[in-house]
């Protein structure tokens, strides 16, 4: 089981870091993506690191140079540190993992990556 959290209610230009953890599981071999949604909008890519430390992470282009996805292996947690907050921002955000590399992230076929956290929301607004 993925979980999510960290989200809040923040103003525009402040920053957030959320937190992805597993129970029963290791994350190390794993892919972990970011994604979000907002209401009347698709789920969202917006970063995934790989398991393979030869393998960088990638972001969407929206988020580049504000959204930082990292890992701590030994905590089993992924984090996404998210930086100069915008009002578009705000969605509800999941993480999920793939098997080592971030296939379906990179394809867009989220319907085929079986494991997702519950949720964290994310708000922007002053």
């Known amino acids: 089981q993925l979980v999510d959290s960290g989200g809040g209610l923040v103003q525009p230009g402040e920053s957030l870091r959320l937190s992805c953890t597993a129970s029963g599981y290791d994350l190390t071999y794993l892919a972990i993506g970011w994604f979000r949604q907002a209401p009347g909008r698709e789920r969202e890519g917006v970063a995934c690191?790989?398991?393979?430390?030869?393998?960088?992470?990638v972001y969407a282009d929206s988020v580049k140079g504000r959204f930082t996805i990292s890992r701590d292996n030994a905590k089993n947690t992924v984090y996404l540190q998210i930086n100069s907050l915008k009002p578009e921002d705000t969605a509800a955000y999941y993480c999920?993992?793939?098997?080592?590399?971030?296939?379906?992230?990179?394809?867009?076929?989220?319907?085929?990556?079986?494991?997702w956290g519950q949720g964290t929301q994310v708000t922007v607004s002053s």
């Open positions: 999920a993992a793939e098997v080592e590399a971030c296939d379906y992230y990179k394809s867009g076929h989220y319907e085929k990556i079986q494991f």
């Open positions: 690191i790989s398991s393979r430390n030869s393998e960088g992470a």
